[in-house]
């Protein structure tokens, strides 16, 4: 069955820094990914996808990666600010099974001012 | 507009108690889903719908039923609860013609424990 894997120990960045996030998956194809990010006691929020045939994605501060060799997509927030501690979830789109998502467990991400 | 909200926020349950979550809608999405998060497990699939009248099991459907008799509405039962369900649980709803491929919408996320 399909995996995705992230980093399960927090990361700790100074604000101004760039944060960077792992997330590997199993073989599987056409791979899309999606990234959420949650709050404490709140449902997750989408922020971005990519497709297996996207190299990168940009919205505003936030940029995606995809390696399909490396079954790999990383997740990058640059100039991070205090507001951007939460934790990011990254997400395996089950192709044609009714948009069904398999979950990392999640990277929780601290910036300290 | 309100997207997805579900009912209750909190409660407890002894063991062997039944329950039932509501999940509702208004997106007029085709999809719904029903999820458990538990720490350090990430969201798990309990039960998805694709659509008024059918569903389907996730990763984790055991102890679980669902039903969809309407489309904005996606209930989750418990027919006798167990320690091992204490959990917060999540509904979500997405449509297959969105343009980010099924971006799903969460629920604020009901808190259970069972005594």
Known sequence: SQKIEQNSEALNIQEGKTATLTCNYTNYSPAYLQWYRQDPGRGPVFLLLIRENEKEKRKERLKVTFDTTLKQSLFHITASQPADSATYLCALLIYNQGGKLIFGQGTELSVKP | ?115
């Open chain 2, 1 to 115: 507009n309100a997207g997805v909200t579900q009912t209750p926020k909190f409660r407890v349950l002894k063991t062997g108690q039944s329950m039932t979550l509501l999940c509702a809608q208004d997106m007029n999405h085709e999809y719904m889903y029903w999820y458990r998060q538990d720490p350090g497990m990430g969201l798990r699939l309990i039960h998805y719908s694709v659509g008024e009248g059918t569903t389907a099991k996730g990763e984790v459907p055991d102890g679980y039923n669902v039903s969809r008799l309407k489309k904005q509405n996606f209930l989750l039962g418990l027919e006798s609860a167990a320690p091992s369900q204490t959990s917060v649980y999540f509904c979500a709803s997405s449509s297959p013609l969105s343009g980010a491929y099924n971006e799903q919408f969460f629920g604020p996320g009901t808190r259970l424990t069972v005594l």
